[in-house]
């Protein structure tokens, strides 16, 4: 077995190709011995600590991942700015090790397995987020609020909305002079998202849409109540 490396000169470092390259003679019995099975490749600094691997791109300091490019290619490199890729393999996997508060990774390894842990998305608790206080979210209750009070019990969804994209922007300045513009936009069009839904609030507690408001939300609690059906659902006759 041999390991086979190219090196190639970059203006801000070098780029290192390894490949595994297999030397042994195929035997005439027991061929299977001369095969490499899932063999992995694990590279790190000589020292084997410091963090010497560059990612491909990082966006914080690569100013050409976003020029030029749309508002979608902007926004994915801000919102993924630290989520950084070190190396590709040909029909196998790299997973890196990257220390905390470093963008440097300190080891490189070959996996034919990769894994992600994806965090779970837990919807906060009202008790437990001051910016929803007041929030109601109870269907039967909204159903039976008068309208003033409805606007009140759904309005602070719209307001937590505003109040954390505004904490938002004032974190722009933060961030590296080339993805400001385009976190300024996104905070733009997040607001115009928070108005339509502080609209559509103020909308569903006007008195002429106490009618259709009532029924819809019975209607999507109980979809065969409130009248004589034919079918719902299994195909028996319900009578109300």
């Known amino acids: 077995m041999q390991l086979a490396a190219r090196v190639v000169p970059t203006q801000s470092g070098k780029v290192v190709d390894l490949a595994l390259v297999n030397r042994q003679e195929l035997p005439d019995s027991g061929k299977d011995a001369a095969w490499l099975f899932q063999p992995r490749i694990t590279v790190t600094a000589k020292d084997e600590n410091a963090a010497v691997f560059d990612p ?9 991942c976003v020029t030029g490019k749309d508002f979608e290619d902007c926004h994915l490199a801000l919102l993924y700015r630290d989520s950084l890729e070190y190396a590709s393999g040909r029909n196998v996997a790299v997973s ?12 490189l390894e070959t996996t034919w397995l990769p894994s992600y842990d ?14 929803l206080a007041g929030l109601e979210l109870d269907m ?8 003033a009070e409805l606007s009140r ?14 904490t938002r922007s004032a ?10 513009a385009t976190a300024v936009e996104a905070v733009r069009r997040a607001t115009q998202i928070a108005d339509r839904i502080r609209a559509g609030i103020n ?38």
């Open 56 to 64: 491909l791109s990082d966006p914080v300091t690569d100013t050409s």
């Open 96 to 107: 890196a090790e990257v220390r905390p508060g470093e963008r440097r990774a300190w080891k």
């Open 118 to 131: 994806i965090p779970q998305t837990v919807a906060p608790r009202v008790e437990e987020t001051p910016p």
């Open 140 to 147: 039967e209750k909204l159903a039976n609020l008068a309208p």
């Open 153 to 166: 019990a759904l309005l602070p969804l719209a307001d937590g909305y505003s109040n954390w994209l505004r």
């Open 171 to 180: 974190q722009v300045s933060s961030l590296p002079e080339h993805l400001r």
């Open 203 to 240: 909308l569903l507690g006007t008195p002429d849409t106490r009618r259709w408001r009532r029924s819809d939300l019975l209607a999507r609690r109980w979809p065969c109540s409130g009248a004589t059906a034919t079918s719902c659902g299994s195909g028996r006759r319900i009578r109300t």
